[in-house]
């Protein structure tokens, strides 16, 4: 069955530290990937996706995340975190017309 | 601008009632979805349409309904039969086809049941 795993629950940083968020998929071929970010009562807005292109993609607001095929991993990541990056973040893969969803990662900036 | 409008934003429904949950997109999307998120389980997949007049089960269909009569509207009812409707339900849509880029999601409706 195909499963998205989110390794932490809950992830603070400092302001102006590295972001990493985890995520591990299962796949018996190459899916398409996506992070998404969530804000509290808000809907879900897509911040990058990976479509079988560069491994290293690029999304909004600073982020990136690289499919790694070998380790069925795609983390997100980010040079220097800014408070309005709290938020809780979903890793997606997309099988077919359907996504399954990770748990979901919540962000906490410190200042 | 497009977008997918769900309304209201908060309900509020008494136990033993049906409530339906209005979802509609101007974005000439084929696929419409409905969306359940509870703390801590990311989102499970309730409903689906790929094409008007037709839609499937997702994983959790059990207690909900929908119809697909427009391309735009894709309504969600939540009916008496479904255990522990308090929830976050999201609505999202996509072009449809093999492709896949991404879903465009509203802005959600918190259920609550009193």
């Known amino acids: 069955a195909q499963s998205v795993t989110q390794l932490d629950s809950h992830v603070s940083v400092s302001e102006g530290t590295p972001v990493l968020l985890r995520c591990n998929y299962s796949?018996?071929?190459?899916?398409?990937l996506f992070w998404y970010v969530q804000h509290p009562n808000k809907g879900l807005q897509l911040l990058l996706k990976y479509t079988s292109a560069a491994t290293l993609v690029k999304g909004i607001n600073g982020f990136e995340a690289e499919f790694k095929k070998s380790e069925t991993s795609f983390h997100l990541t980010k040079p220097s975190a800014h408070m309005s990056d709290a938020a809780e973040y979903f890793c997606?893969?997309?099988?077919?017309?359907?996504?399954?969803f990770g748990a979901g990662t919540i962000l906490r900036v410190k200042s | 601008d497009g977008g997918i409008t769900q309304s209201p934003k908060y309900l509020f429904r008494k136990e033993g009632q049906n409530v339906t949950l209005s979802c509609e997109q101007n974005?000439?999307?084929?696929?419409m979805y409905w969306y359940r998120q509870d703390p801590g389980q990311g989102l499970r997949l309730i409903y689906y349409s790929q094409i008007v007049n037709d839609f499937q089960k997702g994983d959790i269909a059990e207690g909900y309904s929908v119809s697909r009569e427009k391309k735009e509207s894709f309504p969600l009812t939540v009916t008496s039969a479904q255990k522990n409707p308090t929830a976050f339900y999201l609505c999202?849509?996509?072009?449809?086809?093999?492709?896949?880029?991404?879903?465009?999601f509203g802005s959600g409706t918190r259920l609550t049941v009193v």
């Open positions: 796949s018996s071929y190459s899916p398409s």
């Open positions: 997606v893969v997309s099988y077919g017309n359907k996504l399954v």
């Open positions: 999202a849509s996509s072009p449809g086809g093999l492709d896949n880029y991404g879903y465009t």
């Open positions: 974005l000439n999307h084929d696929a």
